[in-house]
């Protein structure tokens, strides 16, 4: 990691945290450039994960930004935010249930982390139970649910 490209990669991180997806991903790239420049031997994973999270953001996930985001999250597994960036990128994708499995993955390896854990939270597919009153594997409620989900219109 050279100075260059870690500058970068803060840019980068400051505009992903303000919604600037485009201008975060020229950050990204740019550090991805620098490190490739300085011949790195060990290229840093989260330049490439940032990048294609940040692209994945600003115009919907390609198959090329799942692609660059799963190579860095196995190049370095031990890594929660790749399990996290990786995450958000199935879910943008439609790939819910590839995304929730990513994100129980990150937090086996960091239990704490806040950020994975309200990834988790909000990708649960569980809808609210139909007698708010009952609990939900009361048999009245799993049955009703049931059949909300059989006969309910998705759009």
Known sequence: ??????????????????????????????????????????????YRSYFALSRALHRGAKLEDVK????????????????????????????????????????KLDPNNEELLAAFRSTDRRKRPVIGTLSRDHGLNRSLGRLRARFLVRV
């Open 1 to 46: 990691m050279t100075q260059i490209s870690e500058r970068h990669f803060q840019a980068g991180l400051g505009l992903l945290a303000r919604g600037r997806y485009a201008d975060a991903s020229v950050q990204f790239q740019a550090a991805m450039t620098a490190e490739k420049d300085s011949q790195v031997l060990r290229p840093h994973m989260q």
């Open 68 to 107: 660059l985001c799963e190579m860095a999250a196995e190049a370095d597994h031990f890594d929660p935010v790749l399990q996290l960036n990786l995450g958000k990128v199935y879910l943008r994708a439609g790939k819910t249930t590839r995304a929730l499995q990513t994100f129980r993955q990150g937090l």
